[in-house]
């Protein structure tokens, strides 16, 4: 039986994420997690009797940890099914996309590859900045989020797979490092300041 979540997220989202999946089902325990030793910390019995939730974490799950975990694991992801990977917004105004959003998916080894199970989508305002997309991604996320808590706390059973699949190459510190290298100093150092603002201006959106 389903009686606990791991919630896998930061020190921000972590209580606000725990009320609204508890405000679904009360019974249920609420494990936080926010690195890797966290997760690897997880006995056994736990894992045994629980879901993993992520929300906007860079933790990679050890398959060791997927494989025993009961009841599976879900990321939600700041970006949409076309831009998988790290610092995603920066690619997506790079390529010139016209679309954005945020993707919630079944965890398996491989990040930011499995099934599919909730897609948020908002077309790119004109002008918008790597920030701007980041914390529009990151409402959209906490919306999402809040859509498939019930099922994520009161079915034991997974959560129904969408018929949209994951596309683009994956976005990497590596591919971004290349990318900044092809821009204007002043293009590079911008980028660099603004790699993560979106998510903090956004964070209040939590509690709305």
Not at 61 to 71: A, G, T
Not at 78 to 91: E, K, L, R, T, Y
Not at 176 to 201: F, L, N, T, V, W
């Amino acid at each position: 039986m389903l009686d606990t979540i791991i919630l896998l997220t930061g020190p921000t989202e972590q209580p606000v994420l725990g009320s609204i999946l508890q405000g679904h089902n009360p019974a249920l325990s609420i494990q936080p997690a926010a690195s890797l030793a966290d997760v690897n910390a997880l006995a056994p019995e736990l894992l045994a009797r629980a879901r993993l939730v992520a929300f906007c974490t860079e933790v990679v799950v050890p398959l060791r940890v997927l494989d025993r975990l009961r009841f599976g694991a879900y990321n939600f992801h700041p970006g949409p099914p076309q831009f998988p990977g790290w610092g995603c917004a920066h690619f997506a105004l790079h390529q010139g996309a016209t679309e954005f959003g945020a993707t919630a998916h079944v965890m398996i080894e491989k990040v930011d590859a499995g099934p599919i199970v909730g897609v948020e989508l908002f077309r790119i305002p004109p002008g918008a900045g790597a920030p701007d997309l980041e914390a529009l991604a990151y409402v959209e996320l906490a919306r999402l989020f809040r859509r498939l808590a019930p099922g994520l706390v009161t079915q034991s059973d997974p959560l129904p797979r969408l018929p949209i699949h994951w596309s683009g190459e994956k976005c990497t510190r590596r591919r971004y490092a290349a990318m900044r290298a092809q821009s204007s100093p002043h293009e590079s150092r911008a980028a660099r300041e603004s790699q993560g603002d979106g998510r903090r201006e956004a964070a209040g959106e939590m509690t709305g």
